[in-house]
């Protein structure tokens, strides 16, 4: 099966730009996820959806992030205005319906902001 | 609060010596367990998972894991290690049936030829 797309792979931008990412999960996977992986931390969760309406979103920076899975399927995040901090890689993630399984990750979107 | 920790930042082995990378998780229950590998500009990929029954987990390329309950840990070990395993692993916890995970700070693996 296809895995979780995510696009871009790597964005620069100026602080307070404004920014947009893309993730496609895999098929028929209602919950999907943002982490924000800092260079040298674990990655942290921003917002877990399920279908199209939002599970948990405690730790996403409001004031900046939004994020909306419209029709339940593909997911996109935008940040604006961006700062310096939120230079990060992106990861994308979904889980599918059945007990005991695990998430699968995209490769993450890298983004530098200068 | 729950919290991960894997105490090495980084480890360096020999080519064809054994591996352990530790894990200690804070949460009240037992919760599912997973470890995954990061190569550089990848994403995730799972090693291995558990959620209950025998403590002794194998995974892929070779890995296996131990749940310890009474030390609240979860170590990864290779009794062999391979170049091609160079890598960053990254231990997770989700407190039960929720599968939000919370990520350790990460071990990165260097394998000496």
């Known amino acids: 099966e296809a895995g979780v797309a995510q696009s871009p792979r790597y964005k620069i931008i100026e602080k307070r730009q404004s920014v947009a990412f893309w993730c496609n999960p895999i098929s028929g996977h209602a919950t999907l996820y943002w982490y924000q992986q800092i260079l040298g931390q674990g990655p942290k969760l921003l917002i877990q959806?399920?279908?199209?309406?939002?599970?948990?979103d405690s730790q996403l920076p409001k004031d900046r992030f939004s994020a909306e899975r419209l029709k339940g399927v593909d997911s996109t995040l935008k940040i604006q205005p961006a700062k310096l901090e939120d230079s990060a890689v992106y990861l994308c993630?979904?889980?599918?319906?059945?007990?005991?399984?695990?998430?699968?990750f995209g490769q993450g979107t890298r983004l530098t902001v200068v | 609060a729950q919290s991960v920790t894997q105490p090495d930042i980084h480890i360096t082995v020999s080519e064809g010596a054994s591996l352990e990378l530790r894990c200690n998780y804070s949460y009240g229950a037992t919760p599912y367990l997973f470890w995954y590998v990061q190569s550089p500009g990848q994403g995730l990929q799972l090693l291995l998972k558990y959620f209950s029954g025998d403590t002794l987990v194998q995974g892929i390329k070779g890995f296996e894991a131990e749940f310890k309950r009474s030390q609240s840990s979860f170590n990864l070990r290779k009794p062999s290690v391979h170049w091609s395993d160079a890598a960053e692993y990254f231990c997770?916890?989700?407190?039960?049936?929720?599968?939000?995970?919370?990520f350790g700070t990460g071990t990165r693996l260097k394998v000496l030829a």
């Open positions: 997770a916890v989700a407190p039960g049936g929720t599968y939000k995970y919370i």
């Open positions: 993630a979904s889980l599918g319906r059945f007990m005991n399984t695990e998430a699968f």
């Open positions: 959806f399920q279908n199209n309406g939002v599970v948990d």
